[in-house]
């Protein structure tokens, strides 16, 4: 393995044992914070008061900071899918501290995302670092990624003024879809800025070039989005289930849109790229049996059920006021 994809793997690594066990914390931050005040999933804020959400926060700023290190050094395909570390130890946390108990099923999926995180490792490519933040703008002003950009930020205008006030407190992808499409937009804008802040240290000043503002304003307000409906997702459904869908969409979305601005499977082999692509759908398949495996008894919110006919409906149940909503799917077929 190049050193630079090692350096970056390592990184990767430990944010992703900071930012799993941050959404526990958090959760645990947020639970208290409903028993004082509006709970975050109906637009409160009470828990800018609660300490215990802080320390979740810090936890996270640390994970992000490696993170945000790991990319400067690796590409997004070798990064981001790592983050589903994160999600077996958010799973693990869930199931010793918040008893939102996994299924021995459960084992299988951590295992599927550990076996894909090593094979994208394994055929991750080496990654051409641009030479200044102006060639990293040509790349973000190509017509393919503003296209994709502007794709992306009419998903968003419409998840928020629409299906929000719809149904963001019965459907999971409302608040996860907000999340991850922003980002994937903040991964672009961050990589941007590692790459500036690492070509300053070694003597070529790009602080001066506006571009490098731009991007810091870009990632700053999507850091904001990101950070207030990933706190109404945690709120309002179960922290094991927010964990894992965050992750595949996030995942997802951030290697294409790296995909579309910096090129990263250029000049890789077909068996490669073929290998990257099985190791991701691995780790999917990973987080989709851990969103699968939790206890019946924990379903609350809504549960999408497939009948005999093949039509889809949602029911609502609720429980009691302080307990966790969570969404399921369930199919008899299964």
Request: charged fraction near 10%.
């Amino acid at each position: 393995m190049e050193s630079d994809n090692g350096k970056g793997l390592i990184l990767a690594v430990a944010s992703s044992v900071f930012i799993g066990s941050s959404f526990i914390v958090k959760k645990k931050g947020l639970k208290r914070a409903a028993a004082n005040g509006t709970r975050a999933g109906y637009g409160g804020y009470t828990y800018l008061l609660e300490p215990l959400w802080w320390a979740g926060m810090v936890t996270m700023i640390v994970g992000e900071a490696a993170n945000f290190v790991a990319y400067i050094y690796a590409p997004a395909v070798l990064v981001t899918p790592l983050g589903a570390l994160s999600i077996i130890i958010s799973a693990v946390l869930a199931h010793f501290l918040l008893k939102e108990k996994l299924k021995k099923m459960g084992v299988l999926g951590c295992v599927s995302c550990i076996v894909g995180s090593v094979v994208i490792v394994i055929h991750a490519p080496k990654e051409q670092t641009p030479n200044s933040v102006q060639e990293i703008w040509n790349l973000a002003t190509q017509p393919a990624f503003l296209v994709y950009v502007a794709i992306t930020m009419s998903i968003v205008l419409a998840l928020i003024l629409h299906f929000e006030p719809l149904c963001g407190q019965t459907n999971i992808l409302v608040y996860i879809g907000i999340c991850s499409l922003m980002g994937a937009l903040t991964v672009m804008s961050i990589k941007a800025i590692g790459i500036a802040i690492k070509l300053t240290m070694e003597g070529v000043n790009q602080i001066w070039y506006p571009q490098t503002w731009i991007f810091l304003m870009v990632a700053a307000t999507c850091v904001v989005i990101q950070l207030i409906y990933l706190n109404k997702a945690l709120d309002t459904f179960n922290a094991a289930i927010v964990s894992p869908v965050y992750y595949v969409m996030f995942t997802t979305l951030t290697i294409v849109a790296s995909a579309i601005m910096f090129k990263d499977w250029s000049g890789q082999d077909a068996a490669s790229i073929a290998s990257e692509i099985c190791g991701f759908i691995t780790v999917l398949t990973g987080t989709m049996i851990l969103h699968g495996t939790k206890e019946e008894e924990q379903q609350a919110s809504s549960d999408l059920i497939f009948g005999s006919s093949g039509t889809v409906r949602w029911y609502e149940s609720r429980k009691s006021s302080n307990e966790e909503h969570l969404i399921t799917l369930y199919s008899p077929e299964y």
